[in-house]
């Protein structure tokens, strides 16, 4: 019987005809070894969907994992006491986990992901869906733990020194992965090669992964590479589209995601919602405290005064209002930039909050919407929330790394969302204001894509005196079940549609004056009225039951502008 060395392909693979991927199987074959290549789901656009119900995209790639190495050891030219796991990149993520949960991996070799979250976290962060598990990093675990959880079991790390996974965290964490493996008895058991390159396989990392298996399996020969004639794309595609979907019907992840966890959290909803909707609406709050991962803000936020500049009939004040961290003794600061537009006379005005993710400074030109209001005798407040505007560097302009989903990822391995990371940004800007003499109350304005945060922030804060969300999603659900679907990483909760959706958010807000202005489906087109309906009978239901039908206003597109009907539900409503 032969040994088997399944190999899991890193992200940028075209096809299982990469280059670099098909030597693995071509050398081993000359190694005496069945050698196969796994192809797991692909993540990306499907990720967002299988984290709103709660499931980690990582599970599905095992699963896959898992299931090739079901089919090999059915052949019977296989060893199932030789099985052996190696990946790179994308592949070496697939490896470390694989390696821990699959007891029949003899020997394994992940390359291009060993490191510690710490040194990650420091450089590029967290990349891709696959390497998040909700909690994670809260709980404890780190990178290095799926070395120790291996032990004794055989296990190469292969890494390269200048590799977006930073090396210093690969000899740190096979440091600790040694002391364990020699507490067992077997330190030849765990080993580490490095070459000097970016993010890939080398040559020397190659030749010490065969020289590794061929000792743990007892095979003999030359690990050496050998030259051999590679197979084209054409010649190893197995379906005749060069995909299973389309070629067999097959279902995908999303298809999984949609039929065993969004259409039963969906219908456990809607089943609270009909059967006791108080009790269900009166646990919602701290439920999404909880999973949204907020954190209650002083009750009077810190703030630093930087000036104003002087307009014909009113001021614009800047400030800084200090957010996270200045409520604990702790190196964390997060500062919200604020732009306060003063009408010049001694009353107290009601105030309006604009968060925009354009930025606070969007509406804010001579004779533009925000001049419009304060001449209308309000107060207009814009804030740049953690990272829009001032409080960037943008996460839509590109900022080192991966940008908003190295936010968001990180979030959740913390247990928390960007969406309660600018709801405690909103609720502290919104209580600032409220201390000011010139402010009677607090009305929450929101655009778009920060109208998720902003729900979340009014149902914190229950001293708003009303809010109203420009194009705001219709809900969570949708973006679940569409097959196309635009919703950016800071606008979801990880686990969200198992315990509630935007429309309960809105319903816990009766009676206060709520307005969606023209909601959005989750492609971002207009929200038909049957959808709307569909979307927000609950909400209406609980208006009504408080006696505050009149309250609620869904406002779709029409002849007048977003700013039209904002402006005159603003003054209806003063």
Partial sequence: ??????????????????????????????????????????????CRQVALNGEPFGKFMIHDGMRAIDYLLSRPEVDPRRIGYCGQSGGGTQTASMMVVDPRIAVAAPSSYETTWRRLFESMGPQDSEQVFAGAVAAGFDMPDTLLLRAPRPTLVMATSDDFFPIQGTLEGFAQAKQAFAALGVPDNVALVVDDFNHGYTPLTRTAMYAFFMQHFGVAGNSSELNVTLLSDEQLQISPTGQVATSYNSKRVQDFNYELYTVSNVAALQQQRSTAPDKFLAGVPAV?????????????PQA???????????????????????????????????LVFVPLSDASQRALLFVDPLGKSTNGQVGGFFEQLVMAGFVVAAADVSGVGEAGPGWTGGEQG???????????????????????????????????????????????????????????????????LVHPLVSYEQTASV???????WSQVFGVLAHYDLCDLAATLAPTPLLLVAPRDATGAEASAQLLSYSFNSTSAAYTAKGAASKFLIAPDAEQTAEQVLFAWLKSSS
């Fill in 1 to 46: 019987m032969l040994s088997l060395f399944l190999c899991a392909p890193m992200h940028l693979l075209r096809s299982a005809g990469d280059l670099l991927s098909l030597r693995f199987p071509a050398v081993n074959f000359a190694l005496g070894c069945v050698a196969a290549v796994c192809r797991a789901n692909g993540g990306g656009h499907v």
């Fill in 402 to 468: 991966y940008g908003e989903t190295y936010v968001e990822f990180l979030a959740t391995y913390l247990n928390r969302s960007v969406v309660g990371i600018h709801a405690h940004d909103i609720v502290s800007v919104s209580r600032f204001l409220r201390m000011r003499p010139d402010v009677s109350s607090v009305t929450l304005v929101a655009n778009e894509t920060l109208s998720e945060a902003a729900l979340h922030a009014a149902v914190f804060d229950a001293d708003m005196a009303g809010v109203a």
């Fill in 304 to 338: 630093l005064y930087k000036g104003r500049v002087n307009r014909a009939t009113y001021n614009i004040e800047k400030w800084i209002v200090l957010s996270e961290g200045h409520d604990k003794r702790d190196e964390t600061q997060l500062m919200v930039p604020l």
């Fill in 483 to 489: 097959e196309f679907y635009y919703s950016p990483p």
């Fill in 288 to 300: 999404a405290r909880g999973i949204s991962g907020y954190r209650e803000p002083l009750a009077r």
